[in-house]
């Protein structure tokens, strides 16, 4: 505790007495001043002891020490220290009603007792008072790092909430609660979350202070470079005291060490799942399950997913340099999702612009992935291709697949496309590029010129006579013409492409132009 004037009262050696004030004497006091000027306020730093002898003062009048009283509590000072016996034998009645009246402490300092008696002795309170929180938070800083070695961050959380005399929270990367001290101050902490992603985009290190003065909250985020790595969050229900701070600075740094120390394991991790995914892509899953151990083992025992994401902005220069990675901040989601559900997963960043991951079929990863499903990919940030389930035996055929559906995804403007809804739906939607529309384009165009100056309805005649799967009679029916009419029609439209219709590949490939431009038809010359 710093020193209070009740404190300075009780100093057997200094004698002072209490004549206006007195239930203000817990006030601590920051310094002891001496200043004879009329208005010392200029020279005032708030929270001082001022000792005067009243050489310059009119203490006997009363609206002088009125405005003089006033000014003092107006600059924040905490009592005012009397001479007695020096120009004045007795407090004078104006000073001490001035100081009832404002509520200033007004301390009566015997003869004996010097000023500079006074000075030494807040001094001396104050270095001790420094003192006991230094070594207050080098003991924290102990504990909280026997803590840290030996028992993991929760326990360190609970040490801080208690040292504090507060609550204490950790979040990871994506701005989860991963850890809350006391248990009931995880739902605290999750309101906070917004606060968090906003302290994520600064720059580390960078602490914030939210709230209000009755549940006061601090935020700092957590790594040591550009990245955020995660976030602290300590409530109390008053700003944090020397020894409180030295206890949140040492559990931050040791957080910090933690989470690098994670990181680096998580490289280490990295570089043996992408041995592991290389050999599962070379058909070895008994080496694959050799080399991850109990690593990754239990992910390649049961069906899997793999999936494959790149940033849907294909030009890396145009993204903000500040920004998170999009991928970064994939994996960050994904390994959180995992961490929470505790499940294995297997993420490879392939050259910084492609994420390969394994994750357990209808497990937590996936499930975070469909978050992304209805999202445009530039709103997502990303183009996801998830595979179909599989096994550790066709891991190569389930990579062809998520990258057929990262191909879709891309082309269709989306976030995600799993394997499935290409297997189930229709081919078509897979051609609409403009690759295939220039081919339909090109095959087309002659007979929509031809049908455009009025010489017959060829394209439509080709339409049915394809839908009807080359029955004369029939396509005739729904066309209104005799067969023989739509048999001229069909030695036209050979004529005219130079090809011939008796060959299956031709009649596919007409059909699937057609069916292409049926959606966005062709533009059409002007029969003018």
């Given at each position: ?30 310094w ?7 208005d010392?306020?200029?020279y ?22 009125r ?13 005012l220290?009397?001479a007695?016996?020096?120009n ?63 028992e ?8 801080l ?24 101050a ?37 790594g ?10 300590v ?8 020894a409180?701070?030295y ?9 910090t ?16 799942g ?25 992910l ?9 994401a ?27 999702s995992?961490a ?21 079929d209808?497990?937590?990863v ?38 057929q ?12 496309v ?18 295939v529309?220039?081919?339909a ?65 031709v ?22």
């Open positions: 505790m710093p020193p209070t004037l009740a404190s300075l009262i009780q100093h057997s050696a200094l004698k002072l007495t209490v004549r206006a004030g007195e239930d203000r004497l817990d006030t601590p006091v920051r002891a001043h001496v200043s004879e000027l009329e010392p306020v200029p005032m730093d708030g929270g001082e002891l001022l000792l005067v002898t009243a050489v310059t003062l009119h203490a006997e009048d009363p609206e002088a020490m405005r003089y009283v006033r000014r003092l509590v107006g600059a924040g000072v905490v009592g220290g009397f007695v016996g020096v004045y034998e007795d407090i004078p009645d104006a000073l001490v009603d001035a100081a009832r009246a404002e509520g200033l402490p007004l301390l009566a300092v015997p003869r004996r007792t010097p000023f500079l008696a006074i000075s030494k002795a807040v001094s001396a309170a104050i270095a001790a008072d420094q003192y006991r929180a230094v070594t207050a938070g080098f003991e924290a800083q102990r504990e909280l790092t026997r803590a840290a070695l030996s993991g961050p929760a326990v360190l959380l609970a040490r909430a208690a040292h504090v005399d507060g609550w204490a929270a950790l979040y990871d990367a994506t701005g989860a609660v991963i850890a809350a001290a006391p248990d009931w995880a739902r605290r902490a999750a309101r906070l979350t917004p606060e968090v992603e906003r302290l994520r985009e600064r720059p580390a290190p960078a602490s914030a202070v939210v709230g209000d003065p009755d549940d006061r909250v601090e935020l700092q985020s957590l040591s470079g550009r990245r955020v790595r995660g976030a602290l969050a409530g109390t229900g008053a700003a944090l005291g020397t409180e701070r206890a949140v600075h040492s559990a931050v740094a040791l957080l060490l933690t989470t690098e120390r994670s990181r680096a394991l998580q490289e280490a991790e990295q570089r043996l992408s041995a592991v995914l290389r050999m599962l892509l070379s058909g070895q899953p008994d080496h694959a399950r050799a080399v991850a151990g109990d690593l990754y083992g239990g390649l025992d049961a069906p899997f997913r793999l999936l494959v790149e940033p849907a902005d294909a030009t890396p220069d145009s993204r903000d340099p500040a920004a998170d990675h999009p991928l970064q901040s994939l994996t960050d989601s994904l390994e959180a995992a929470h559900a505790g499940e294995a997963v297997l993420a490879v960043p392939d050259g910084g612009e492609r994420l390969v991951v394994l994750a357990a209808a497990g937590a996936v499930a975070a992935c469909e978050t992304y499903k209805e999202q445009e990919a530039d709103d997502a940030g990303v183009v996801i291709g998830l595979s179909a389930p599989t096994g550790p035996i066709a891991t190569a055929g389930a990579y062809k697949q998520a990258e559906s990262l191909s879709v995804a891309r082309r269709r403007g989306r976030a995600l799993e394997h499935e809804e290409l297997a189930a739906g229709s081919l078509l939607p897979l051609l609409a590029d403009d690759a529309r220039a081919f384009d090109g095959m087309l165009r002659a007979l929509y010129e031809h049908d455009a100056k009025g010489r017959g309805d060829l394209v439509e005649s080709l339409r049915a006579w394809l839908s009807r799967h080359g029955q004369w009679d029939a396509a005739a029916s729904d066309l209104g013409v005799h067969r023989h009419t739509l048999r001229y029609r069909m030695r036209r439209v050979e004529e005219i492409l130079g090809r011939t219709l008796d060959d299956p590949d009649r596919m490939e007409l059909w699937l132009a057609l069916k292409t431009t049926s959606a966005t038809p062709l533009p059409r010359p002007d029969r003018t």
